[in-house]
T-cell receptor
Framework: DAGVTQSPTHLIKTRGQQVTLRCSPK?????VSWYQQALGQGPQFIFQ???????QRGNFPDRFSGHQFPNYSSELNVNALLLGDSALYLC???????????FGPGTRLTVL | GENVEQHPSTLSVQEGDSAVIKCTYS??????FPWYKQELGKRPQLIID?????GEKKDQRIAVTLNKTAKHFSLHITETQPEDSAVYFC????????????FGGGTRLMVKP
């Protein structure tokens, strides 16, 4: 049973660039949530996708956008990167919007 | 919105001792409280969770208690082992928020052999 997978593992970008991160949910799951985890802090909710629509959004600017595909996989896009966007980006999947979430290994983004 | 506070930020215990981590939440509507363990460089792993219709849940050496009146919940680890060393996060959410988890700041647990 495949767990949540994310790609790439690591990414280095410069300020102003754009980045796309990818997530495949656990087999049988249909909901994907994205979190940002700064060093030494707890994860912060960015947004959640269900039925290919953004259902919930945390306190993040419009530079953060996403997409969910018919196969339930998801992308997180960040435009106009800032140094403060450097973090571990975690994807979590669940069955429906109220069930237990399981996390992927994350993508470590470094903005120089 | 929901705010979750977690204490202590670091906890050092001897192998075999018990460890307790406490969290408080602000939104009385919150009804689901998971705990995640995150080892260095790895993903957060769900270790136990509790819903608001029960006051306590146990799974082998791990237990979670919930006091809805006081809006706090705690993680208890008994007979700690070196492999329990990690950062532990509590979180809270409620049905109207989907499963948008609000996390505490984390507790670094160190179990000394």
């Amino acid at each position: 049973d495949a767990g949540v997978t994310q790609s790439p593992t690591h990414l280095i970008k410069t300020r102003g660039q754009q980045v796309t991160l990818r997530c495949s949910p656990k087999s049988g799951h249909d909901t994907v949530s994205w979190y940002q985890q700064a060093l030494g802090q707890g994860p912060q909710f960015i947004f959640q996708y269900y039925e290919e629509e953004e259902r919930q959004r945390g306190n993040f600017p419009d530079r953060f956008s996403g997409h969910q595909f018919p196969n339930y996989s998801s992308e997180l896009n960040v435009n106009a990167l800032l140094l403060g966007d450097s973090a571990l980006y975690l994807c979590a999947s669940s069955l429906g919007t109220t069930d237990t979430q399981y996390f992927g290994p994350g993508t470590r983004l470094t903005v120089l | 919105g929901e705010n979750v506070e977690q204490h202590p930020s670091t906890l050092s215990v001897q192998e075999g001792d018990s460890a307790v981590i406490k969290c408080t939440y602000s939104d009385s509507a919150s009804n689901y409280f998971p705990w995640y363990k995150q080892e260095l460089g790895k993903r957060p792993q769900l270790i136990i969770d509790i819903r608001s219709n029960v006051g306590e849940k146990k799974d082998q050496r791990i237990a979670v208690t919930l006091n809805k009146t006081a809006k706090h919940f705690s993680l208890h680890i008994t007979e700690t082992q070196p492999e329990d060393s990690a950062v532990y996060f509590c979180a809270a959410t409620h049905n109207n928020a989907g499963n948008m988890l609000t996390f505490g700041g984390g507790t670094r647990l160190m179990v000394k052999p």
